[in-house]
């Protein structure tokens, strides 16, 4: 009886723990795939068979599925569309694109295929598939080169890392589309081989460097552009593609037009229920970096240039300062390119201050730069060339002589030296005129003195109109666009245009700017109140400035148009922030293609040996 007790005891033991251990094991957590299917209404039996009858019918253990099929929109505005609704349902763990013409040879049963590629473990994984192609054949997964996006034809190893993949059988976890700013695929008119790949800027768009704006054709690998956050950002590659359709032109009330393709993001602020802007006096600080932050209705967004609306605001990034204050300019080098006459050295080494910005200043927009620069006013502003001389004198020990003529009164220097010195430092020809390349290293004071000398020498102020008009004009495009710039980082926006007729641009300080301007730049104090019963066009922040939209247009365009890969993955394009339109790679993430993994369009099967060569195409 002891012993049968005991047995019967143990059981109990041993079924009560059981039972305890049953009830606390927490159920096993197993991923939840979204397939998505964009298709255009018709598929195959073939497709039907073999790919969505498993799919939809056929269970799998080890991961749950939500089929999400979309018919009747472009392919881009169907993979959005799924991408949405996939991200809905918070336990979405991963997103798996497969094609409507795609059939999977390798392993036969799809969803043996999609846990393959979850096992890889990847942020994104792909497996081999045939591209398809009017003439020739290439796998649909490319490398990234100098000279473009080119297609891997061998491999050995079971996987492959790519920078590119085509979207027909491909595994992406959720945290790529969480991450990555919306809209996640773009698709334009032109040679591109996916809807990943599109290059947005006309050639002749200005870009923001870290020196001088500069066409964004001439944009070369290694140099540094201003990102919508006005820092720094290296040029990683750039790319050009030949493009045939529409350019939205979007001309903002502060700056001059941007030309983009329908699908390049641009940077907006949007007033999303009742798209009524909020009154911009009172300065709201929402904007951060990329970051979506609600503020009431408004919200930052990067949308397809084709969606932005009047009623959007776009952004001025204020640049930042980079680098160690540039406070000494040595002049040596000039003096050892001089020899005939007129040798007049130069001292070896300058100190940078504000009277030698101001003279800087006025040799930008008054100067004749030649073996005898000059500086040529009208014979009333003879005061600010006696400036002039004393400052030549002083820093340059050099002696100057005044000569009259046609043009007005001439301030000449008698010097080889210092002409080469200005040559190199502004450019020759008026043009060519530009601020000195080291201008966002100066100090405020010198780079205040510099627009001072520029104002001074091609700008007007009439303080007795009625608004007090405050103008500058100038032929050179770098300028104007290097003014412009700087007086943002000064809290001043100013307008910007250009008159095709007479070839020049023209900047103007707005009501709202004008004081400031007069007492910062200009160093006029004054009481009067200006714009008071204007409405605002901009909204400040703490990174830079909100402006209204003008105008949007479309204009034909048939040529190259050009796109840079960045480290921050944006740019200013006329000083208007913009994203570098490229993708997953960008953002950090590794793509894989699981070698292991074949499929082929329902029009033909692909025989590959463990290479990666065709050996047969059955049609």
């Known amino acids: 009886m002891e012993a049968a007790s005991h047995e019967v005891n143990q059981g109990k033991v041993i079924s009560l723990a059981w039972e305890y251990h049953k009830v606390s094991e927490k159920p096993r957590q197993i991923p939840r795939v979204a397939i998505l299917i964009p298709h255009t209404g018709e598929v195959s039996l073939e497709w039907a068979d073999r790919v969505y009858g498993p799919l939809k019918y056929k269970p799998s253990p080890d991961f749950d599925k939500m089929i999400f099929p979309v018919r009747g929109v472009p392919w881009d505005v169907a993979r959005n569309m799924l991408v949405k609704e996939a991200l809905k349902d918070p336990k979405v763990t991963h997103l798996m694109w497969i094609d409507s013409d795609i059939t999977f040879e390798e392993p036969p049963d799809v969803n043996e295929a999609i846990l393959r590629l979850m096992r890889c473990n990847a942020p994104i994984a792909s497996g081999v598939y045939r591209a398809r192609q009017r003439q020739g054949f290439n796998y649909a997964m490319w490398l990234k080169k100098p000279e473009g996006f080119v297609a891997i034809d061998k491999w050995s190893g079971n996987w492959i890392k790519v920078d590119v993949v085509g979207m027909g ?194 040799y930008i927009s008054e100067g004749y730069v030649s073996r005898q620069p000059a500086l040529i006013m009208d014979k009333a502003e003879k005061s600010i060339l006696n400036e002039a001389e004393r400052i030549i004198n002083e820093k340059f020990g050099l002696s100057s002589r005044f000569r009259y003529d046609t043009t007005g009164l001439q301030l000449v220097v008698d010097s080889a030296a210092f002409g080469n010195f200005l040559g190199e430092l502004i450019g020759v020809g008026a043009r060519a005129k530009h601020l000195p390349l080291f201008w966002r290293q100066l100090i405020d004071e010198n780079l205040l003195a510099l627009l001072k000398g520029c104002w001074i020498g091609d700008g007007c102020i009439f303080p007795k109109s009625a608004d007090c008009l405050i103008n500058m004009s100038t032929t050179s ?135 990666g060569t065709v050996i047969a195409l059955e049609v």
């Open 169 to 362: 059988c491909c595994l992406c976890k959720r945290e790529v589309f969480e991450r990555i700013p919306e809209p996640w695929f773009w698709w334009g008119p032109g040679k591109s081989p996916s809807e990943d790949f599109n290059f947005c800027i006309p050639p002749f768009q200005y870009v923001c460097t870290n020196n001088s704006p500069k066409p964004i054709k001439d944009v070369k690998i290694g140099d540094r552009v201003i990102s919508h956050r006005g820092s720094v950002s290296k040029v990683l590659n750039v790319f050009k593609r030949w493009y045939e359709g529409s350019l939205v032109k979007i001309t903002p009330t502060y700056g001059l037009p941007i030309y983009l393709t329908e699908e390049h993001p641009i940077l907006v602020s949007r007033h999303i229920k009742s798209g009524k802007i909020l009154k911009a006096k009172s300065h709201l600080k929402y904007y951060q970096g990329d970051v979506e932050i609600p503020l009431g209705n408004i919200r930052t967004l990067w949308v397809p240039a084709n969606e932005v609306k009047l009623r959007d605001l776009l952004f001025i990034p204020v640049t930042r300062r980079y680098g160690q204050p540039r406070t000494l300019l040595k002049l040596r080098p000039f003096n050892e390119r001089v020899c005939g006459p007129l040798p007049n050295l130069l001292p070896n080494e300058l100190a940078i201050d504000s009277d030698l910005m101001f003279l800087i200043g006025l």
């Open 477 to 611: 495009p770098v300028l104007a666009r290097q003014i412009h710039q700087a007086l943002v980082g000064f809290g001043i926006l100013s307008g910007l245009t250009f008159n095709p007729n007479q070839n020049i641009y023209v900047l103007s300080i707005s009501r709202t700017f004008k004081k400031r301007f007069l007492e910062l730049v200009m160093g006029h104090h004054s009481e009067r109140i200006f714009g008071a019963k204007r409405r605002y066009k901009y909204r400040a922040t703490n990174n830079g400035f909100w402006v209204k939209i003008r105008k949007i247009d479309r204009v034909p365009y048939k040529g190259l148009v050009y796109n840079l890969e960045t480290e921050a993955h944006t740019y200013n394009a006329e000083n208007i922030a913009v994203h570098n339109c490229l993708k997953a790679a960008e953002h950090g993430y590794n793509i894989m293609v699981h070698t292991e993994i074949r499929a082929s369009h329902i029009s033909g099967k692909l025989k590959i040996k463990s290479d």
